[in-house]
């Protein structure tokens, strides 16, 4: 930390939260909350004279509020930059601390929040974890029993700079210890409170147990643990060290703690699995490996960077295998546990990792993109004409189209991620997403369905999920309906209804609407758009009296290729029982609404032109001259 | 209720009510460590290893396990464990599968006196595993009447219709009947006075 702050052209922020981000990659608006000191920088030495002078104590965050620090402080002594702050809610106006800073006069009471807007070419997103806080969790008696501690106190409590000056002693009665016990999966794999395994304790609580036992080679150390992970290079060896180094591990996690209240002693009643039997053990000190969890203001970060965050609340990656440091979002990167609880080997891989990738926009003139982003067709853009619309700026989850009523709406490609939820959305057919264009994907409809209709499931599949799970059911030899033709388009959100009409239209036999789990969205929000035409559409086809058979929405991710199969047969097995002549009845009657739904369709630039083409090939196809 | 036979005993235990995430179990030990009874009663009881015989399809030694039987359904275990199984409902689940398959419970059950039952229902409405339900049956007598009947494979033994009888027709006879407690409350109340 000391070496960046002294390398010229790293300058560090201390202090200073991101109130908004704006702009795209290479191009962005940061504007910056430096908070108010109450110290100026340009002035303070790093004396402490204001910090001895000052009569207010109050708990010191960084010691776990084990330890108390002044209203004028610093958290810790190699604090990076060392320049004292003033904690205004602390501080009783003395004005003692002025007169200890003497001729510096380093101290302004008048500062105030300084808002600063920067221009940012990439942004790297390093904010870390927080700890889940076992208060909650009675039955451990963390905050009412004085020797129940948190893996984070433990780590205060032994370190040499800590509150104790390293000498690891109870809170009880400041004693010595002679048996400690480690429970681990605190809050975490319990589905009451987090369900993820929080990654790094299990190797966080068997460093801890062999430090103590370096330091006090006579202490018991006993940890209690459901599994033991040790994943990575050397881990497993390290946890042989400890077993030899003579520390107990128990299997059996422990419903509870008791203590007995004169001595403050505490008893651990477990099952010991390897054993067969239940075992009470007793303790001097009990540490709770606590989970990992998000920062508690990460959903507000993701609000001002606009990335979207996965189940458990971490920033979701680009792609957890091939991009696991790339934010959806081009410009913006993850390092460490912000993204998912990791130790430090994989954070300091990721960081270097992504400072890399942000590297390359920084050296970089011009910056490539996906080729499927959206355009807009001024001339029909309705906003253009006069008219209030900006369905499209609302639709896009990037925040990536500008619309101002009476000039027609605008795309700003550096930002586009290519979803298409504008296009599906756009009730004027206004706007395309290039590469799937309307004309495009509906040419793959008429030709899927050229021959035998009716006989046909229609699969519309988005990219990142539906789309590899059928690939995957491919791969995996799980067989499903022949009958079944797929059609990829980048998100559910692109799934235009007039598509959908088009198929029936056509007479297809059935249509399956499927893509990502709504967690799983590639595009942020582009599943919960796809998701409510869907059901849309099927309240509208109850409603024409459509069989329910025929059309059917599904969230099918990438790794279930046995659910894309056992869909697609039991919508072909739907599709079976419905009688032939019923079927062709029912699209008979339902075409003149679907052509009056589709009224306008040739009007869409490039359709007409691409349908004289298609035509002949499907009539070709009809004809048999080319294999259907 | 018809219990499915001729399927493995975890997938029929999860057809059952209570027992459905039978499967989510890893095993942590949280449920046996929490037990009363295995505190109090039987050093030898533990549900974790009752829902692994579950998961494993060990149908004898599931049915010949003293957990099945023992499990008052006090449900402490239930708030403790990490991966919300309602362990009294999958024991629940074993011990029906068990009584279907024609095994006697080990331990007492409530015992319903044919002589003096006049089905108030009270014991029925009373009842936390609804183990109890009325029927008709011919009685010396008494001729062909109402009275309530205990399912041995739902009741849990834990007296609550002991003590809501009204003409004490209902009663644990063996080890929790009124004469020992009462024996026992006078037993403490002494000791007390002491």
């Not at chain 1, 009523?405 to 939820?421: D, L, N, Y």
């Not at chain 2, 095994?103 to 183990?131: F, G």
Request: aromatic share 8%.
């Amino acid at each position: 930390m000391v070496d960046a702050a002294r390398q010229p052209l790293i300058e560090v922020k201390a202090y200073t939260e991101v109130e908004r981000v704006e702009g795209f990659v290479g191009n962005f608006k940061v504007t910056l909350r430096e908070k108010a000191k109450y110290v100026r920088a340009d002035r303070c030495n790093g004396c402490a004279a204001c910090a001895k002078a000052c009569p207010v104590e109050v708990p010191n965050y960084f010691e776990m509020n084990l330890a108390p620090r002044k209203a004028a402080y610093i958290p810790m002594s190699q604090s990076v930059p060392l320049i004292y702050n003033i904690d205004m809610d602390a501080c009783i106006h003395c004005y003692k601390c002025v007169e200890a800073c003497g001729a510096l006069e380093a101290i302004d009471f008048s500062m105030e929040d300084k808002m600063v807007e920067e221009e940012i070419g990439a942004i790297v997103v390093a904010t870390g974890f927080g700890h889940f806080d076992p208060t909650p969790m009675t039955e451990y008696g963390y905050g009412r029993f004085p020797n129940v501690i948190t893996a984070m106190e433990m780590e205060r409590l032994n370190n040499s700079a800590g509150p104790t000056r390293g000498s690891l002693m109870r809170p009880s009665d400041s004693k010595s210890l002679r048996r400690l016990a480690i429970i681990n999966c605190v809050g975490s794999r319990d589905k009451r409170y987090n369900s993820a395994c929080s990654n790094f304790c299990c190797m966080y609580a068997i460093k801890n147990a062999l430090l103590l036992k370096q330091m006090i080679p006579e202490m018991d150390i006993s940890i209690y643990y459901i599994d033991i992970r040790t994943p990575s290079k050397g881990y497993e060896e390290f946890y042989d060290r400890a077993r030899e180094a003579g520390i107990k591990f128990i299997q059996g996690r422990p419903a509870g703690i008791t203590e007995d209240p004169d001595s403050h002693q505490l008893f651990i009643k477990s099952e010991d699995i390897t054993l067969g039997r239940v075992v009470e053990h007793e303790y001097d000190m009990v540490m709770l490996n606590q989970a990992a969890i998000p920062q508690p203001d990460q959903n507000h970060m993701s609000s001002v960077l606009n990335v979207a965050q996965s189940p458990g609340g971490w920033y979701m990656e680009y792609h957890p295998k091939l991009r696991p440091m790339d934010s959806p979002t081009d410009g913006i990167f993850f390092a460490g546990a912000c993204q998912g609880p990791k130790d430090i080997p994989a954070s300091v891989a990721q960081g270097s990792a992504a400072a890399a990738r942000a590297s390359r926009i920084l050296h970089s003139d011009t910056w490539q993109i996906e080729p499927t982003v959206a355009v807009v067709w001024e001339d029909r853009c309705v906003s253009g004409k006069g008219q209030a619309c900006g369905i499209c700026e609302r639709a896009c989850p990037y925040g990536a189209i500008d619309y101002t009523k009476g000039i027609s709406a605008e795309v700003i490609t550096a930002k586009c991620h290519g979803c298409g939820a504008c296009v599906g959305e756009c009730p004027h057919d206004s706007i395309t997403q290039l590469h799937y264009t309307d004309a495009q994907v509906l040419a793959q409809i008429r030709t899927l369905l050229a021959v035998e209709p009716e006989k046909k499931i229609l699969a519309f599949r988005c990219q990142w999920c539906s789309y590899g799970g059928a690939d995957l059911a491919g791969t995996s030899h799980f067989e499903y309906s022949a009958n079944e033709r797929g059609l990829r388009v980048m998100c559910s959100a692109r799934m235009d209804a007039d598509l959908i009409y088009e198929a029936y239209r056509l007479g297809a036999g059935a249509v399956l609407f499927s893509g990502c789990h709504p967690q799983d969205c590639h595009y942020i929000t582009g599943q919960i758009a796809g998701a409510k035409r869907a059901a849309r559409l099927d309240k509208m086809f109850a409603r024409m009296g459509m069989n329910p058979a025929r059309f059917r929405t599904e969230w099918i991710s990438a790794a279930e290729g046995d659910k894309y199969a056992r869909v697609i047969n039991e919508m072909q097995a739907a599709l079976d029982a419905i009688p032939q002549d019923e079927l062709k009845a029912e699209i008979e009657r339902l075409k003149p609404e679907m052509e009056k739904k589709l009224s306008k369709l040739n009007q869409i630039p490039g359709v007409e032109e691409a349908m004289i083409q298609v035509d002949f090939i499907v009539s070709e196809m009809q004809n048999k001259a080319v294999p259907v | 209720m018809s219990l499915p036979v001729n399927s493995k005993l975890a997938e029929q235990v999860k057809a059952i009510p209570g027992g459905e995430m039978l499967m989510m179990c890893f095993s942590c030990g949280t449920c046996t460590s929490k037990c009363m009874i295995q505190e109090k009663l039987e050093p030898a009881y533990n549900p974790r290893r009752l829902i692994r015989e579950a998961v494993f399809n060990l149908e004898d030694m599931a049915f010949n396990d003293r957990t099945t039987w023992l499990c008052s359904a006090c449900d402490l275990c239930y708030p403790a464990c990490p991966q919300k199984i309602h362990i009294s409902g999958v024991i629940n689940a074993v011990k029906q599968l068990a009584v279907a398959r024609g095994r006697q419970n080990p331990y007492q059950t409530a015992k319903v006196d044919e002589s003096t039952c006049v089905a108030c229902e009270l014991c029925v409405e009373i009842c936390p595993y609804e183990a109890i339900s009325l029927i008709g049956k011919k009685v010396p007598f008494r001729g062909m009447i109402s009275m309530a009947s205990v399912d041995p494979g739902k009741c849990m033994a834990c007296g609550i219709c002991n003590a809501a009888c009204r003409s004490t027709s209902i009663r644990l006879e063996q080890d929790f009947n009124d004469n020992l407690v009462v024996e026992n409350l006078w037993g403490w109340l002494e000791s007390e006075a002491v």
